[in-house]
């Protein structure tokens, strides 16, 4: 696992051991940012669900101006600030040990972008779903990894799902401010 592109090129992150975490690929972290990556420079995003920080951190790495770390594992949060210190980053991040809906339910911090990437199968994401509006900013763009037939939501508050992206076992579910449907 490491970074991909922008100003922390090739740096290792540490990995997780066993399965409790599950660690996007590079091919699908590659068509994530291919996805945003007009909309990284100078943002604020949330890496929900972080896991390894690696989405996160490849966002400050290729341009965002500040991440926000949630998880509720403490392993993996200790996994997420090894890797902020091998990548650099640590002025730009805040890391949080806390339940991804308690904190989008009282944040009063609103993100650009949101990687939304919680274990599969499990409800997360559509729980999530349903208070992520309050925490996005105004033309937010939401990134949702999933199993390629779980159903997603078609909007987030004022977001609607601009495209779907199947990459084998993974959906890459994209939610973008669009004008009305005519």
Do not use: W
Not at 68 to 90: M, P, Q, W, Y
């Amino acid at each position: 696992m490491r970074i991909v592109s922008g100003s922390a090129r090739g740096r290792k992150l540490f990995a997780p051991v066993g399965m409790d975490i599950r660690p996007t690929t590079d091919k699908v972290k590659e068509a994530m940012f291919s996805i945003v990556h007009f909309d990284l420079p100078g943002t604020r995003v949330l890496d929900l669900f972080a896991g390894t920080g690696q989405l996160g951190l490849e966002a400050l790495s290729r341009g965002a101006d500040f991440v926000c770390f949630t998880d509720a594992s403490r392993k993996a949060v200790e996994l997420i600030k090894k890797n902020i210190e091998v990548t650099g980053f640590r002025s730009q991040s805040k890391v949080l040990l806390c339940d991804a809906y308690s904190f989008l339910a009282s944040s009063p911090d609103t993100f650009n972008i949101v990687f939304l990437d919680p274990p599969y199968e499990s409800g997360m994401c559509e729980k999530a779903a349903a208070l992520l509006p309050r925490v996005l900013s105004k033309n937010a763009v939401v990134v949702c990894e999933s199993r390629p037939d779980e159903l997603m939501p078609q909007t987030l508050g004022e977001l609607r799902i601009a495209k779907e992206y199947k990459y084998s076992n993974i959906k890459l579910t994209v939610y973008r401010n669009l004008p009305p449907e005519e």
